[in-house]
């Protein structure tokens, strides 16, 4: 009768221990799926140089090739630290940031500027993902 109830019991704790599984690969499936759905919709805040006090806000996937680098936007100012910078349509960004269409007929694409404290923890976390270490602290 002990021998059965083994063979029971290491049934049983072998289909708790695939339903455990299983109920993993669906959360991360689940949870990652919502995570890249929201991604594309969250706001990014955006500035044309990193001094500029006009912040303008994108969607994440109207951003395009973030990266790290030293020369602005618009101006061409040289930053004094590696910044965060990317690439948006300037008809896609909502608020004021330091861009008039009046070198010609847009929209154009911009290089804007990102900031961590203008951003939530994630969407920050994603960006240097994407672009690589924090680089400010490096010397360039």
Request: hydrophobic share 40%.
């Amino acid at each position: 009768m002990s021998k059965i109830i083994q063979v029971v019991f290491k049934l049983l704790w072998g289909a708790l221990r695939l339903a455990i599984w299983l109920l993993a690969v669906v959360f991360r499936l689940t949870f990652g799926l919502v995570w890249r759905q929201t991604l594309g919709r969250s706001t990014v805040y955006v500035r044309r140089d990193w001094n500029d006090r006009g912040v303008g806000r994108v969607r994440w996937s109207q951003l395009r090739d973030p990266r790290w680098d030293t020369v602005s936007g618009g101006a061409q100012i040289e930053n004094p630290l590696p910044l965060l910078h990317g690439y948006v349509w300037c008809n896609k960004v909502r608020g004021k940031i330091g861009h008039s269409c009046a070198h010609g007929p847009g929209p154009h694409n911009i290089k804007v500027c990102m900031l961590r404290e203008d951003n939530s923890r994630l969407i920050w976390q994603r960006l240097l993902e994407l672009a690589g270490p924090d680089r400010r602290l490096d010397g360039g």
